[in-house]
């Protein structure tokens, strides 16, 4: 089982839509969740981070958490172009060792 | 801008070349990390330091051998590496345990 698993995509959005990224993560004393996005040939740049179980809302992005499932999420709302870029799960490893593991990411097409 | 600073941006090297690559942070940080990113993958971790420490080395060739001079400054020296090492070697810091990590722009090699 990988440690961190995401669809690769693309997934592809109508401008003005809701986009939904999905992670599940394999261990289970991971308390810190942090999304990425990076654009191509970009590094990642941080937009979300999330520690307790439910809901965490910053301005368009809204993450999700559920550690019973192992699970978290990103919605972007009204989606633009400009969101069209890979997102990058990334829980820290439980263990005390600041070992941060990323997905594979979702690449997001947002359709004018 | 990012504030964790990366240079050279890019680098050119040959086989049987040594080089550096350097990274500085004044945010304070006191954990610091090498990854590398080749194409259409998400980040693998390298090592990681923390308080000037490697606490991390994932079983990385020992063609890499990173430094930490002071809590501000991360190297990675480079030696006898293979065209296949060819990737976006990144730099990232953090306030530690369960903080985001900030990355820097990232240097670009090309192993000939």
């Known amino acids: 089982q990988k440690e961190v698993e995401q669809n690769s995509g693309p997934l592809s959005v109508p401008e003005g839509a809701i986009a939904s990224l999905n992670c599940t993560y394999s261990?289970?004393?991971?308390?810190?969740f942090f999304w990425y996005r990076q654009y191509s040939g970009k590094s990642p740049e941080l937009i979300m981070f999330i520690y307790s179980n439910g809901d965490k809302e910053d301005g368009r992005f809204t993450a999700q958490l559920n550690k019973a499932s192992q699970y978290v999420s990103l919605l972007i709302r009204d989606s633009q172009p400009s969101d069209s870029a890979t997102y990058l799960c990334?829980?820290?490893?439980?263990?005390?060792?600041?070992?941060?593991?990323f997905g594979i990411g979702t690449k997001l097409q947002v359709i004018p | 801008d990012t504030e964790v600073t990366q240079t050279p941006k890019h680098l050119v090297m040959g086989m049987t070349n040594k080089k550096s690559l350097k990274c500085e942070q004044h945010m304070g940080h006191r954990a610091m990390y090498w990854y590398k990113q080749k194409a259409k993958k998400p980040p693998e971790l390298m090592f990681v330091?923390?308080?000037?420490?490697?606490?991390i080395n994932e079983s990385v060739p020992s063609r890499f051998s990173p430094e930490c001079p002071n809590s501000s400054l991360l190297n990675l020296h480079l030696h006898a590496l293979q065209p296949e090492d060819s990737a976006l070697y990144l730099c990232?810091?953090?306030?530690?345990?369960?903080?985001?990590?900030?990355f820097g722009n990232g240097t670009r090699l090309t192993v000939t």
């Open positions: 330091y923390s308080y000037e420490k490697l606490s």
């Open positions: 261990d289970r004393g991971s308390q810190s």
């Open positions: 990334a829980p820290e490893n439980s263990g005390g060792y600041q070992k941060v593991t």
């Open positions: 990232a810091s953090s306030q530690g345990h369960g903080s985001p990590l900030h």
